[in-house]
């Protein structure tokens, strides 16, 4: 089976594991972009509980290719979001031996969001170590058939919580701030990296059958 997504920023779980588990995976490079979806935001776990991190972006009009979208530094949402993360990861078990791999995503300024996700996401599958060549569609389709798998609407932020949502039971692990908060499922992948470390791929392994 092949797979289209759309891009997303630190995507959550059930994103990076449809990855690992498909032939063939593209990434919508040529649709308008969408708001409050993960495209530019991510989902991770605090003190508080769930954090959303959401990178600013210059829209100049409200069909904006997302190729063409470009990532605003009118405000420091980068100290922002690297402030929080390292807050809510420091004390687990792996975030040190990560943190190096994408400190540097908080330092570098990328002019488009599509780049600044490509370059994460191929850190991401290197780090989970998933070997899959990621290709873009170049024109934009309403909708596919089979063999393709279209996940673009499916893997989004309002779904996450339905009971419906296929990915809603995702097997417990631990977590930094699980005493207080119980278990969070469909997180950002950062999450389960820094929890998991070397055992991040068999998890997606199982969540992916």
Not at 126 to 152: G, H, V, W
Not at 161 to 174: C, I, L, T, V, W
């Amino acid at each position: 089976m092949n797979l289209i997504l759309t891009t997303a920023y630190f995507p959550p779980i059930e994103y990076i594991a449809l990855i690992e588990n498909k032939s063939a995976v593209f990434i919508e490079g040529d649709e308008n972009y969408q708001r409050q979806s993960y495209r530019n935001r991510m989902l991770i776990v605090t003190a508080n509980g769930v954090q959303q991190l959401s990178i600013p972006v210059v829209q100049n009009h409200s069909k904006t290719k997302i190729r063409d979208v470009e990532v605003d530094y009118k405000t420091e949402w980068q100290k922002q979001h690297w402030r929080a993360i390292t807050a809510a990861y420091n004390n687990s078990p792996f975030f040190l031996y990560f943190q190096d791999y994408f400190q540097p995503f908080y330092e570098k300024k990328h002019k488009f969001l599509l780049d600044f996700n490509t370059e994460l996401l191929a850190v991401l599958l290197k780090l989970c170590q998933i070997n899959k060549k990621i290709l873009f569609t170049e024109e934009f389709q309403a909708s596919y058939e089979m063999p393709m798998l279209d996940y673009r609407a499916l893997i989004h932020p309002k779904n996450r919580n339905r009971p419906s949502y296929p990915f809603a039971n995702q097997e417990k692990y631990k977590q930094v701030f699980d005493d207080r908060h119980g278990f969070i499922s469909n997180l950002s992948i950062l999450d389960l990296l820094c929890n998991k470390g070397n055992q991040t791929k068999q998890y997606l392994k199982m969540l992916s059958k």
